[in-house]
């Protein structure tokens, strides 16, 4: 599997994780798994694509753009950390 393939999928299962969230039980297990998936993506993403991607032109702005989006996701998991992961309103909207 190459790189893009990997980040494809890592995608997929995040999202997959948030869809779960809607008739999830164990809030706890769930947020580790979402949590662990962000932080193993976005590592991926900041210390292999990203590097090489700010050099192009073209890109640098996408590359800004997506690493403000990380530091949002990582203030969100910090804010998340700190609640009650049992509560069955976490990821409920």
């Not at 008739?23 to 962000?38: C, E, H, P, Q, V």
């Not at 932080?39 to 694509?49: A, P, R, S």
């Not at 090489?52 to 530091?71: I, T």
Request: charged content about 35%; glycine content about 2%; proline content about 1%.
């Amino acid at each position: 599997m190459n790189a893009l393939d990997l980040l494809k999928q890592d995608h997929d299962q995040i999202r997959d994780l948030f869809a779960e969230a809607k008739t999830y039980t164990d809030m706890r297990r769930l947020f580790d798994s979402i949590k662990n998936a962000l932080e193993v993506h976005t590592h991926l993403e900041e210390t292999i694509f990203y590097p090489e991607y700010q050099n192009h032109e073209r890109l640098k702005d996408l590359v800004q753009d997506a690493q403000a989006q990380h530091g949002l996701i990582k203030e969100l998991l910090q804010d998340l950390e700190r609640t009650d992961r049992n509560s069955k309103t976490v990821f409920r909207r």
